[in-house]
């Protein structure tokens, strides 16, 4: 990730001194609770520890939690007119495509603080919150150390026989497909722009389809399927892959090939406490709590500062997908390849499970 220009504070200052000749019965207003969604399982336990239970004490509202397994759930809200959510965590694409869709509400920037955090991630309807990235871990006991480390790898069920498991979703294995084809990282993108290398990536998806056993659906099912030995390879985010080691699973992964995305918050058009989701994303998006995530689960800040914040140590840093020495080992993936025609992809990877199964 390319280090972001130092960006100008935003008011809080002025913003709090506004708050403090607020009449009581909006203050008390605010003093209320928020719901906030993500992918639950070890990730919403560590969001929990290191954001959500701090935020609220700062905060003094009372922080509710539910889980999401993407963007159909925000639309469902939506369409129903009964949007419970207030905050909800999703991929940056499917962020870009529910403001497209007039789905989310404006953030105020008058009570979120952007410094610290990338330009390309701060939008009118959402921000970026941190960096994961989904690599391919393998049971040490069915591969021993050495075991299937890249996509061309992955792909060759005659060398490394075994059950496979894949993201339930288009967004990455359209990528992972492409790289099994012997494409470097840098050239992934380029060799999708053309109709003859998505082509390729279909059929390889149709090649391999029929091999995956599970096609999982959230990231605690799929540390749930390591830790059990259920599959023997799966693509997965790595930081589950790190829990179910501390669990006392023998399991291997590496960063090369690793497929890295950014999650961003946002809040779903028609949230019933819209004030208290500002703050509590202003709260979520501070280089302390940013670093405490880190800490208890190794995944990227998006909030530069947090690496300077004191909490991280060196050997912690160096699990972390975004320091320098795993950053280039990685795909990073480009959000403007969905934007747009997400539901047209997901239309036929979804014919390729189907036919495959």
Not at 121 to 144: D, E, K, M, P
Not at 162 to 176: D, Q
Not at 252 to 276: H, Q, S
Request: charge should be positive; proline fraction near 5%.
């Amino acid at each position: 990730m390319r280090r972001p220009p130092d960006l100008s504070r935003r008011g809080l200052l002025a913003a709090g001194a506004a708050l403090s000749t607020l009449p009581l019965a909006a203050a008390q207003a605010q003093q209320g609770q928020v719901v906030f969604s993500s992918w639950g399982g070890a990730f919403q336990d560590a969001l929990r520890q290191a954001m959500l239970t701090p935020a609220g004490q700062a905060l003094g509202i009372t922080v509710r939690e539910d889980t999401t397994n993407g963007i159909q759930d925000v639309r469902a809200q939506i369409t129903a007119r009964r949007v419970t959510w207030d905050v909800t965590e999703q991929e940056l694409p499917t962020a870009e495509t529910l403001k497209r869709e007039n789905a989310l509400e404006p953030l105020d920037y008058g009570v979120i603080n952007t410094d610290g955090i990338p330009r390309a991630l701060v939008n009118s309807h959402y921000v970026g919150f941190i960096n994961f990235t989904r690599v391919i871990a393998w049971q040490v006991s069915t591969y021993g150390g050495n075991g299937p480390q890249t996509w061309a790898d992955f792909w060759d069920v005659r060398r490394f026989p075994g059950k496979r498991s894949l993201y339930n979703r288009v967004n990455y294995n359209l990528e992972a497909a492409t790289m099994s084809l012997g494409v470097p990282i840098a050239d992934v993108y380029r060799v999708l722009a053309t109709r003859e290398g998505m082509e390729r990536a279909w059929a390889r998806l149709a090649e391999i389809a029929p091999h995956i056993t599970v096609w999982y659906r959230g990231g605690s099912q799929a540390a749930q399927l390591l830790r059990d030995g259920e599959v023997d390879i799966i693509h997965m985010g790595h930081n589950r892959v790190v829990s179910v080691i501390g669990s006392g699973r023998r399991i291997g992964w590496r960063f090369e090939g690793g497929t890295m995305d950014i999650d961003a918050l946002m809040v779903p058009r028609g949230a019933p406490n819209r004030a208290n989701a500002m703050r509590l994303i202003n709260e979520m998006l501070k280089p302390e709590p940013q670093a405490r995530l880190a800490k208890v689960m190794p995944l990227g800040p998006v909030n530069v500062n947090a690496f300077r914040a004191g909490i991280l140590t060196e050997e912690e840093a160096l699990q972390i997908n975004t320091h320098p020495v795993n950053i280039d080992k990685q795909l990073l993936i480009d959000p403007n390849f969905y934007i747009g025609r997400l539901d047209q992809l997901t239309e036929r990877f979804d014919r390729i499970m189907q036919a495959r199964r």
